[in-house]
């Protein structure tokens, strides 16, 4: 069991939340004094699915990037859905826009368009069905289609399409997650010499020669499962340091060290106490994605959280 020692701004959020009827999200990557005040810490999936469950609560601090605000949204568009800092974009998310999908489209009549969940609205609205890190390869299983387009990570696109039979063309070309990209094959080299029996895991928005040297390649919720089942002592993570974070406050027990010590979402890092205190007495900054927009992105989301059950 965790016991927490709340700073006094901590404190007075937990106050606020309990007299604004709120609930706050966060991503594995937000820091430490965020996952302390948040009420469900987990990755893509997981948020998507926490979203779904939202019944009773007034008002959603989401402590993550924009493209989750916005899926939030559209799985509660009844909810005030708010950011404590509207400048936290997801990089790769905004390298696919609706248009390029539509090219894409036209080339390729024959495809389905599966969106990874880091992406935006609008490039949403466009998708026949959505993944995440974890459920990538079952959702492009799942469909009829043989030939699929994948967006907007080439990385992860490549680590599907050495699993399947199924053509896999990545839009837009370049695509990817300039944290994971971070990580070479030198950066693996030198932390297996410092800890020679450390379990090594990376993400799948790595690159392929890293993924090829890793002993497992999982999302960020896989590696804390990972860490927590397994018989190892030791780990190498290659993601977002702050995915350590939540390992070391869960599971003490097990040594984690990052495959890069400078592995660090900036944008994830807008979000301070501060701004979630504000966040909570101003509801501000609050996310709308236009009606037609959410309705056809939700029938892509529902479709993935359908296939993830």
Not at 156 to 174: D, F, S, W
């Amino acid at each position: 069991m965790v016991i927490l020692m709340l700073n006094k701004l901590q404190q007075e959020i937990i106050k606020l939340k309990k007299e604004k009827n709120a609930i706050i999200l966060a991503h594995n990557y937000q820091p430490k004094e965020i996952q302390e005040i948040a009420d469900f810490l987990g990755d893509s999936l997981e948020l998507c699915i926490k979203a779904t469950e939202i019944e009773d609560k007034d008002l959603v601090i989401f402590c993550g990037v924009d493209f989750m605000a916005e899926t939030a949204y559209i799985l509660n568009p009844q909810k005030k859905i708010v950011i404590p800092d509207k400048e936290a974009e997801c990089p790769m998310a905004h390298m696919l826009d609706m248009e390029e999908i539509r090219e894409a489209k036209k080339k390729h009549s024959d495809a389905a368009v599966v969106l990874y969940v880091n992406s935006l609205a609008t490039a949403k609205a466009e998708a026949d069905i959505l993944c995440t890190s974890s459920n990538a390869l079952k959702v492009v299983e799942s469909l009829k289609e043989d030939k699929i387009l994948f967006g907007p990570d080439n990385n992860l696109a490549n680590y599907v399409a050495k699993q399947t039979k199924k053509e896999i063309i990545p839009i837009p070309e370049g695509g990817h997650c300039y944290v994971h990209k971070m990580f070479h094959v030198g950066d693996v080299v030198f932390k297996k010499e410092k800890h020679p029996n450390a379990e090594l895991i990376v993400h799948p928005e790595c690159n392929m020669e890293v993924q090829k040297l890793a002993d497992h390649v999982l999302s960020t919720g896989g590696m804390l499962n990972q860490v927590k089942n397994s018989d190892s002592e030791e780990f190498i993570i290659g993601t977002e340091i702050d995915l350590i974070t939540r390992i070391n406050r869960e599971i003490p027990e097990k040594k984690c060290y990052p495959l890069l010590d400078d592995a660090i979402c900036k944008t994830m890092k807008l979000h301070t106490l501060d701004k979630v205190k504000n966040s909570l007495e101003n509801e501000k900054y609050e996310v709308f994605v236009e009606e037609e927009i959410a309705k056809k992105s939700l029938n892509a989301v529902e479709r993935m959280i359908e296939v993830s059950k």
